[in-house]
DNA sequence: CACTGATTTAAGGTTGGCGTAAGGTTTTCT
DNA sequence: AGAAAACCTTACGCCAACCTTAAATCAGTG
């Protein structure tokens, strides 16, 4: 699925404390290939060998510092580079990302924050952005990103299934218009299905569970009785 | 019926495993024309004589790019082309997008992704969105929307029944006109009905519940004696 | 091959659109 | 004017269409 847990991580710290910990948030998040290093020479030799696809580096080392190392990485390579730095050490930052690092984080850190600044570096790197086919648009308080197949809430993220984004698109496609259950079967069927008519207002009901504050009394996901379903959206300039 | 699958697809790339399971998730989407060409010749001389519907294109050929090839296709045809392209190529798709490609996707991918984007651009240029067959309408203060099956006024929205809307949109085709009982009866009901008279009178009240400012003395909506119904609807320029 | 999540099936509950009916009003005809 | 015909209005009950939940099945993954 998600290829980006499968990169190759790259911790550098002289601290055993810090990088269990890193690797046991990193584990938990489900990256499975994680290397450690204690020292630049260390670091080096991994570098070398398993070709990392991101390294976090800390700025203090007992054979050197983060930032040389991070030359000598860049003579080779350039992939990207996640600083650690202490509380204060403003300059460190400023010389970090000018030698060609990709984000700096200071300690001590929150574990959430680490995690996504981290995943943002990877996929800016490794997925590029890619051109939108669907917009995103807003029912009420709710983000439905089609392209990412999400719906947003506060906080919150609800990921949509394959049948719920089939159907939304559908839906998205024909916004502001009934569309009837049949034609809602054969975008998320195709023409020859011929299961129960009520697996379809499962789906509906699921999409409904995602998108509506009260499921059960909707005001996006709307039924037509005897046609069919529409999906109001407030089109904005 | 779903035509999208019964479209042509043609795949070139070099690397025979890859053409293979391009073809084999394709299939199991449900497609069964498929068409394979591992050199740009061999391109060009399928695309001549089976004119495939989409191409899916490697960047890299052996014997010439995916691009020239594009440009060579481009004479003649305006079919949709996806490329494949290796990762971190970034140049590539913009290059290709530049050229006239309708999507790229980064090698290696999920076929979950493959087919959601192929089944976009083939939906975008063969589905075309349809036209509105019923424009949005005025009557005095209110707005009709039959497409949405709605009446709005002020900031309140009623919905229309699917009764409701099959007579008001036979009133609508038959506008400033009178319209008989009989053919209103078998716009909702078909030919073959047999209920009272009554019934239609009912579902006309309670479309005028919905139009008019005065369902007892109708402004829009009006009686003829004797004959039937017309719906009054000012055009305007 | 067991596990996970997605999808479908199944079964029972709910409801809103629709048709019916009954009484009222307006128009037309004699 | 009186009667008949055409139409209006209101209310009520039914049942197909729809909802809801849970359990079974399927499909992908390590």
Redesign the interface.
């Known amino acids: 699925?998600d290829?980006i847990k499968h990169k190759k991580l790259l911790i550098v710290d002289d601290e055993d404390e810090l990088r269990q910990m890193v690797e046991k948030i990193l584990r938990k998040e489900g990256f499975t290939r994680i290397f450690q290093a204690a020292t630049c020479a260390e670091a080096i030799h991994i570098c070398q060998t398993v070709k990392p696809d991101l390294t976090i580096l800390d700025v203090m080392l007992p054979d050197g510092d983060g930032f040389s190392l991070l030359s000598t990485i860049r003579q080779t390579s350039d992939m990207p580079v996640l600083f650690l730095t202490a509380r204060g050490e403003d300059e460190d930052r400023v010389l970090g990302l000018g030698l060609g690092a990709d984000d700096y984080i200071v300690k001590p850190f929150l574990p959430r924050e680490f995690v996504l600044r981290l995943m943002a570096i990877l996929r800016r790197v490794?997925?590029?952005p890619?051109?939108k086919?669907?917009p995103v648009f807003q029912l009420g308080e709710r983000t439905v990103d089609l392209e990412s197949g999400t719906v947003r809430h506060g906080g919150n993220e609800w990921p949509l299934t394959?049948k719920e984004?089939a159907l939304l698109a559908k839906l998205y496609?024909?916004r502001?218009?009934?569309v009837t259950s049949d034609a809602l079967c054969?975008a998320a069927w195709?023409?020859?299905y011929y299961g129960l008519e009520n697996t379809l207002m499962v789906h509906i009901r699921r999409i409904r569970e995602k998108i509506e504050d009260n499921p059960s009394h909707p005001h996006y996901l709307?039924t037509?009785?005897?046609?069919g379903y529409?999906l109001?959206v407030k089109e904005e300039e």
Chains 1, 2 share one sequence.
Request: charged content about 30%.
């Open positions: 699925m290829e490794y997925l590029p890619q051109p086919k669907y394959a984004l496609d024909q502001n218009r009934i054969q195709g023409d020859d709307l037509v009785r005897g046609l529409k109001m």
